[in-house]
């Protein structure tokens, strides 16, 4: 019988299916990907490789990487109909909502026939959100109309040279690169598990895609790198972000970037994407935001024990590399759609529709009131 404790509330701690996919939190704070340690992943791989490590099941060859990397690069068009819905969209749209249209749209245009077409869509949606994201961008806000198709080596490379106009420097590639590892895959989360409970009606990969976009965007999940960079882009200096921290948190405030649902003492993300946040604030002679986050950082842990996601350092270290703020949670869809195309394969391979049980605390049986005698 389920545990009914309020502990259960959200789910929590309760299995709701299997995965080969990864581990979050086992053995202390650890997260693998198919059982490669994030810290393996995030130092020695491209984050092509990790895409297909979680889309095809094991690392590539490096003809095998070469292939998918060319074949990506093939893909990134987007149909002259999805521009033009793309142009459509107001500047003050939000991006979240612009990714959701633009995953649908896409669906409507190249539809999933069969399941048997799944890799196909996942590496066109890889390769063309990006470009979806960065076409509304770049039209609504300076009216321009980009041509799409870069040669760039990389997602990150190509996600950049797009919003920028120009190609990114070796060491912004690189940020990116270890950021889109990190935000690839993180077993059960809510987006994720949205994407497998509409799979598991055997609906189509573009519609798990966009029911996961819509679960991201709340700022208790992906959004979370937004509401904290809007946060600390507030204060001068340590002292300041201190003081307001405190505040906030006698307030009862939730601090946006803390906290986790799994992980216990630390998200093993954070130190990576910190580092790297320390290496980019240095690069553009940055003196306030990465000094407010490391207080901001040590405040949490000394007065509630709440240790950095794997959102908070993110966004000084998109911020550093030029990166609007509202593009902030985009990027991480264009990263964890790897993730949620594998969980939607993994589901499909072993399907059983998902519907749990709900405790009903509604009124007890009563009988109909006619509408003459309602009020
Ligand atoms: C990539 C990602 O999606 S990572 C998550 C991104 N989200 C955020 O950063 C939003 C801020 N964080 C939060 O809201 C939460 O920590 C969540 C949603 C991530 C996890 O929620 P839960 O599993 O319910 O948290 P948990 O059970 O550990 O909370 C324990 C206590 O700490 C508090 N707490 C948790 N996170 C925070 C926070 N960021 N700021 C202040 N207090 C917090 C909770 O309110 C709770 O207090 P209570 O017992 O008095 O009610
Ligand atoms: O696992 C979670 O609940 C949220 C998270 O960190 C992620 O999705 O990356």
């Known amino acids: ?57 094991t690392l590539p060859t490096q003809d095998e990487l070469d292939a998918y990397v060319a074949t990506l690069k093939t893909l990134r068009g ?15 749209t939000h991006p979240m909502d612009v990714m959701r249209t633009g995953c649908s749209v896409l669906g409507n245009l190249e539809t999933e026939a069969s399941f048997g077409e799944q890799q196909a869509h996942s590496d066109r949606m890889l390769a063309a959100f990006p470009s979806i994201i960065n076409y509304w961008y770049r039209f609504s806000h300076e009216g321009v109309r980009i041509d799409t198709e870069t040669d760039d080596d990389s997602v990150g490379g190509h996600f950049l040279h797009l919003l920028h106009g120009k190609p990114a420097s070796e060491l912004h590639a690189r940020a990116m690169n270890v950021s889109l590892i990190l935000y690839a895959e993180h077993e059960f989360n809510a987006s994720t598990f949205t994407a497998r409970v509409c ?37 001068q200096t340590p002292e300041e972000a201190e ?28 130190a990576i994407i910190k580092q790297w946040s320390k290496k980019l604030a240095e690069d ?39 990166i609007p703020t509202k593009l902030f949670t985009p990027i991480f869809v264009c990263s964890r759609l790897t993730g949620w195309c594998a969980h939607v ?12 049980s709900a405790d009903y605390v509604g009124p007890e049986k009563r009988d109909w009131v006619p509408m003459e005698q309602r009020g």
């Open 199 to 235: 799979a598991s009606t055997l609906s189509d990969i573009h519609s798990c895609v966009t029911g996961a976009i819509g679960s991201l965007r709340g700022p208790l999940h992906g959004g979370a790198n937004e509401a904290a960079m809007d946060m600390i882009e507030n204060w």
């Open 284 to 322: 553009v002679g940055d003196s306030v935001l990465y000094p407010v986050s490391e207080r901001v950082e040590a405040v949490m842990w000394r007065e509630k024990k709440l240790f950095c996601n794997a959102d908070f350092f993110h966004a000084s270290a998109y911020h550093f590399m030029g």
């Open 243 to 270: 003081h307001e921290i405190l505040g906030m948190l006698s307030r009862g405030d939730k601090i946006m970037g803390f906290g986790h649902a799994i992980y216990r003492e630390s998200d093993p993300r954070n």
């Open 1 to 57: 019988m389920a545990d009914k404790t309020p502990s259960s509330t959200g789910l929590r701690g309760m299995s709701a299916g299997s995965t080969a996919l990864c581990t979050v939190g086992k053995d202390g704070s650890g997260l693998t990907y198919r059982g490669y340690d994030i810290h393996d992943l995030a130092e020695h791989a491209r984050f092509e490789e990790v895409a297909y490590l979680l889309l095809k099941g």
């Open 345 to 356: 394969a993994e589901q499909r391979g072993n399907n059983r529709i998902i519907r749990p």
């Open 78 to 92: 987007l149909p002259d109909a999805l521009k033009t819905v793309l142009e459509q969209l107001p500047a003050d």
